[in-house]
């Protein structure tokens, strides 16, 4: 009993002296920033803001994830920050649980293989992205799980070999993009770009 006596006495006089020794005591963590790392916050949060390219909680560049959920609590997507930017995995799943799409991402920049697929399970995209750029091959398909385009993309352009096909398996449009120009079959008049269904956002 003495011994706990002494421990609340010499806690009081520390406390008391605190002012005293230099020393501040911290009561408020509101602009501390590593308070906010690796957290988890929802998009709802009204604290959690957009400004220009960055993303910032509590007045700090956000770093940690942010999620969204369904009405019945399941995950709708994640995505990590790291200073305002994405930065690692943006994963979003479908309302029945299977996943929907992940991508990947450095200091705010797509990076890697991106893949999407639809309710069913099936494929519907992978796309390979390098500092931003589309650069490697680009792939879509039907909700039928019958291929929709194969292109070929260096630093951002089309380079190579492309294939489109129809939703019977048909092939639309198979050409070679060299030098800046479509060499085969192009699927549409006057030689004009097939339009581009990668999704950028």
Known sequence: MVRQALLVFS???????????????????????SKHLNVSISINDPELTE??????YAGS??????????????????????????????????ENGRKAEQRAFVEGKRQGTHKGWWPSGYKKFCYQYDN?????????WYSTGQPYKMMNYKDGYEFGMQKFW???????????????????????????NVKDSVLYN
């Open 11 to 33: 806690f009081i006089v520390l406390v008391q002296a605190f002012p005293y020794l230099g020393c501040t005591l911290v009561t408020s963590f509101k602009n501390d920033k």
């Open 132 to 140: 931003d750029l589309l650069n490697g091959q680009v792939n879509e």
């Open 51 to 56: 400004q220009g390219e960055l993303v910032y």
């Open 166 to 192: 129809m939703a019977n398996g048909a092939i639309q449009a198979n050409y070679e993009y060299r030098n800046g120009r479509k060499y085969g079959l192009t699927g549409v008049k006057n030689c004009s």
């Open 61 to 94: 560049p956000m770093s940690g994830k942010v999620y969204e959920l369904y009405p019945d609590g399941d995950t709708l997507f994640t995505i990590s920050y790291m200073d305002g930017r994405k930065n690692g995995l943006y994963l979003t799943w479908f």
